[in-house]
Structure formats: C-alpha cells, structure tokens
C-alpha cells in the first residue's frame, strides 16, 4: 500500500532531529500536527503516521481535509488508506464527490485503488461518466485511470471494465518500472493492455526506468 521505506524514515527522522521532543511515535506526530504551524512538519508528520498510526490518528487526519496546501491534504488521504483500509470507503467516496477536492479526487481514487470495497463502486461509476472526455487524455498522468481500472478488476466490476477501455491507452505514458507494477496489481488484464498499448510487458521488472514507454 503506502508503506514507508527505510529511505523514508530517515528523511523524516533527518527533518525533526533538532526538536528535542522528537520521538518516533503516534503521539509526536499528532501533537506536530495539531499544533505545529510549519506546513513541511505536518506534511512529514503525516507520511510517519504511515508508520506507527492507528484508528487513534483518523481523526486528526481528517481535519486536514481543509488544510490550506493540497500537498498535505492528498497525503492524509492515502495516510488514512495505509492506516484504516477499507473501512474508510464512505471517507474515501465523499471527498470523490465533494466539488471542493479539486486535484484531491485524483488521491481520493488512489485510495480507493488500493484499498476501498464495493461501496465506492457507484461512485466511480459516476465518475468516469463525468469525466470522461479528460481520462481519456494522453498528456496527463494517468494516475486516475489506473486506479479505476485497478479498483474495477479487484471488485470484479467485468461489464464496467469493458465499457471503460478507453482508460487503457493514456498508460501509454507510464515508465516501463510503471506499467510493470501497475500489471502486477491487474494481472488479469495484462493481456487485453497490451494489446491496446500495441506492446508487450516483460514479467521481469525493468532494470532502466529512465525511459518513458
């Protein structure tokens, strides 16, 4: 999911080493965002929560869903996703639905890509029939696309994953590393994918990502 790596918490650590209250705990971290004025502090707080958070964090993190940087809102979205999964579908749907998230519906679909069950299906239903015209483009990052497609086959949502093919050729922007993984999560589709992209994907994960596919 949105787990953090070693690399991860060491910048996090790297970034609080000068406040002497620093602990790698739930309750720092709350505190720094409950208290703390510094955008990059909540923002470094809230991707630790990934880490040591429980149902004791959602609260706070939901706060934030006004936070005046989107950066911040978009990472407690998927902080909540890593902590509480699926049991935060109707959290997940509402921000999908609320005209205020602007770039945050695209963070509310990650999480719903990864994470949410079959309550979210209507809502991204609605969704892709809304916004079709833009998934369709392909000079943007297709994030979006790949986590309806990925939610549609994890729900075994068939009949929408054929009417919603048109998702398949932005992923043509994806780096090898990229369409790799993506697969890796839709393993049912690889075939019809690649035959949309007109290309194959080896199994084996790419050694040079520095090409865009």
Same mark, same amino acid.
């Given at each position: 999911?949105?787990?953090?790596?070693?690399?991860?918490?060491?910048?996090?650590?790297?970034?609080?080493?000068?406040?002497?209250?620093?602990?790698?705990?739930?309750?720092?971290?709350?505190?720094?965002?409950?208290?703390?004025?510094?955008?990059?502090?909540?923002?470094?707080? #809230?991707? /630790? *929560?990934?880490?040591? @958070?429980?149902?004791?964090?959602?609260? %706070? +993190?939901?706060?934030?869903?006004? &936070?005046?940087?989107?950066?911040?809102?978009?990472?407690?979205?998927?902080?909540?996703?890593?902590?509480?999964?699926?049991?935060?579908?109707?959290?997940?749907?509402?921000?999908?639905?609320?005209?205020?998230?602007?770039?945050?519906? #695209?963070? /509310? *679909?990650?999480?719903? @890509?990864?994470?949410?069950?079959?309550? %979210? +299906?209507?809502?991204?239903?609605? &969704?892709?029939?809304?916004?079709?015209?833009?998934?369709?483009?392909?000079?943007?990052?297709?994030?979006?696309?790949?986590?309806?497609?990925?939610?549609?086959?994890?729900?075994?949502?068939?009949?929408?994953?054929?009417?919603?093919?048109?998702?398949?050729?932005?992923?043509?922007?994806?780096?090898?590393?990229?369409?790799?993984?993506?697969?890796?999560?839709?393993?049912?589709?690889?075939?019809?994918?690649?035959?949309?992209?007109?290309?194959?994907?080896?199994?084996?994960?790419?050694?040079?990502?520095?090409?865009?596919?």
């Amino acid at each position: 999911m949105f787990l953090l790596d070693l690399s991860n918490k060491e910048t996090i650590s790297q970034h609080f080493k000068k406040n002497k209250a620093f602990s790698w705990s739930e309750e720092f971290f709350l505190s720094t965002i409950s208290t703390d004025k510094s955008k990059h502090d909540v923002f470094w707080a #809230v991707l /630790a *929560l990934r880490d040591c @958070g429980t149902q004791k964090s959602l609260p %706070a +993190l939901k706060a934030l869903s006004r &936070y005046p940087k989107q950066d911040v809102r978009d990472s407690a979205v998927l902080t909540i996703a890593q902590i509480a999964g699926a049991t935060e579908t109707p959290y997940f749907v509402q921000i999908l639905e609320d005209p205020l998230s602007g770039r945050g519906r #695209v963070y /509310a *679909l990650w999480a719903i @890509g990864v994470s949410a069950d079959e309550r %979210a +299906l209507a809502s991204v239903e609605k &969704y892709v029939r809304k916004n079709k015209k833009k998934l369709q483009a392909e000079n943007m990052d297709p994030r979006a696309q790949q986590e309806v497609l990925a939610f549609l086959y994890r729900v075994d949502a068939s009949s929408l994953l054929q009417e919603f093919s048109f998702l398949v050729p932005p992923l043509v922007s994806l780096t090898p590393l990229a369409l790799h993984n993506f697969l890796q999560r839709v393993p049912g589709l690889r075939v019809s994918i690649e035959a949309e992209l007109g290309k194959f994907v080896s199994a084996e994960i790419p050694k040079d990502d520095s090409a865009v596919a």
